[in-house]
């Protein structure tokens, strides 16, 4: 079973950066895909961002292509995603995740297993 350590959330202005972390522990990452989602209150989780193993293949939720990157450092086993042009939409619990099927996809159903999340706030 792989333990997932989400970091680097925070608050910013609007128009500012982050780049969050997912740290992997107990099983190597570069099993997996890999996925971002996130949640704001009241609404449902949604997709953000999802790389293949080796990093070569990425897909990205409308609202954030062109502003978010997601990459992945297998020999780190971490994860990361690199935020840009902030919104004040973009503010929600940001949270990683492991697909240990073949592909990426954008249905949180598809992944196993979950870290606890960070929370990204962006001032207007």
């Known amino acids: 079973q792989v333990q997932l350590v989400e970091s680097g959330g925070g608050l910013v202005q609007a128009g500012g950066s982050l780049r969050l972390s997912c740290a992997a522990s107990?099983?190597?990452?570069?099993?997996?895909?890999m996925g971002w989602f996130r949640q704001a209150p009241g609404k449902e989780r949604e997709f953000v961002a999802a790389i293949n193993w080796s990093g070569s293949s990425t897909i990205y939720a409308d609202s954030v292509k062109g502003r978010f990157t997601i990459s992945r450092d297998n020999a780190q086993n971490t994860v990361y995603l690199q935020m840009s042009s902030l919104k004040h939409e973009d503010t929600a619990v940001y949270y990683c995740?492991?697909?240990?099927?073949?592909?990426?996809?954008?249905?949180?159903?598809?992944?196993?297993?979950w870290g606890q999340g960070t929370q990204v706030t962006v001032s207007s």
């Open positions: 107990g099983r190597t990452l570069s099993y997996y895909a």
């Open positions: 995740a492991t697909k240990s099927h073949y592909g990426i996809s954008g249905t949180p159903a598809e992944y196993d297993s």
